[in-house]
């Protein structure tokens, strides 16, 4: 069993925000299926090819993405290296995307949540860029929204994201990073 578990903050008023990127990707992706609650997440369950695949949106804020995590790896017996984060990187030019494992959080603290709560770093991570404006305050920055071109190249990624999502589950991560990084703008 694998998990693709998109990262971001629950509430209307984050739906559009950079912060969120993992779960734009994540409803983009199941925008056909209904999400059921459990744990504090939406999840979304699926057979793709012959493996079943759980796509979790965590409920907590972003800081408090570990505890759901760990419920839903606990609960259904995933390892950690069956499991995708996907997520925002401000160190990413926007249009630009990553897929790494045992990677660090990069100081992304939903990402410090999760290896705290897994006790392990051997996940997949797919960081997709949202750049950095260091004239604007980073929580503010990172909770803002895209402007109209900034979402357009948002969107390429998200086009293209179901591919990454479908090789890390049928051949496994080492190959997805062999195939999809360095590419993007």
Do not use: W
Not at 4 to 14: M, Q, S, T
Not at 118 to 137: C, P
């Amino acid at each position: 069993m694998k998990m693709i578990v998109g990262l971001g903050n629950p509430g209307k008023e984050y739906v559009n925000t950079r912060h969120n990127v993992g779960f734009i990707v994540v409803d983009n992706y199941c925008r056909n299926d209904k999400f059921k609650e459990k744990f504090n997440g939406l999840y979304v369950d699926k057979i793709i090819g012959e493996e079943k695949v759980l796509f979790l949106k965590p409920l907590s804020y972003m800081n408090l993405s570990g505890t759901v995590v760990k419920s839903y790896t606990d609960y259904f017996k995933i390892n950690p290296e069956d499991i995708l984060i996907i997520r925002d990187d401000l160190d990413l030019k926007l249009g630009q995307y990553k897929v790494k494992v045992n990677s660090s959080s990069g100081g992304d603290n939903g990402i410090k949540s999760i290896i705290e709560c897994l006790n392990t770093n051997s996940f997949a991570q797919y960081k997709i860029g949202i750049s950095n404006d260091k004239s604007v305050n980073t929580k503010d920055y990172v909770l803002g929204t895209f402007s109209k071109l900034e979402k357009d190249i948002l969107d390429s990624v998200v086009d293209i994201s179901p591919k990454i999502i479908e090789s890390f589950i049928k051949n496994g991560v080492e190959i997805t990073m062999n195939n999809y990084n360095g590419m993007g703008k």
